[in-house]
Each structure stands twice: as C-alpha cells, then as structure tokens.
C-alpha cells in the first residue's frame, strides 16, 4: 500500500513538474501562503514526503528526469518492478 501512495505521488509531481508554469496546479504547487507553522516537530509537507520519495525510488540526479518523459516513466517503471525502499527502511511490504 505505502509503495502504491509513493509511486502515485511521484507520477503526479512528474506530471506538475511538466506542465506549463502558468497552469493552475503548477502555481499551488509551489504558493507560499505567509502563515506560520506550529511549534514543535513541524509536520511533512507534501514537497516533503516527494523529495523523500524521489530520492529513496531514483538515488541521486532523480530531478533532472522529471523532464524527460520517457527517462521519469523508466525510473518508475524500475520503482514498481522492484520495491526495494519498502525493504531498505525496515518496513514490511503491505
């Protein structure tokens, strides 16, 4: 389950990430709202958790195939035949 919510996750961003800079979903992608955070451990926010997810799934130099259709399916083709990161951070495959 978690692999399936990594990948999905990461399918999208590549998608934002492609689109024009004018388009809706690319300006909120990156909106600062000026509001401040709550003290204590600050909670992930969803650039977050795809920076994590990129670089468990695609190692160093993930961001530059965002660009490259063909290259950004490759790697998560790779993710998805071969779910490594589920192992490689202790957890167990749901």
Known sequence: MTETIRLNRLRWFGHVQ????????????????????????????????????????????WQEKVHN???????????RNCPHSAHANGMKKE
């Open 18 to 61: 492609r689109m024009e800079e004018n388009r809706i979903p690319t300006r909120i992608s990156y909106i600062n709202l000026g509001t401040t955070r709550l003290s204590g451990r600050p909670r992930n926010r969803w650039q977050d958790e795809v920076r994590e997810d990129g670089r468990t799934v695609g190692g160093a130099g």
């Open 69 to 79: 259709r063909g290259e950004w399916k490759k790697l998560l083709r790779t993710a």
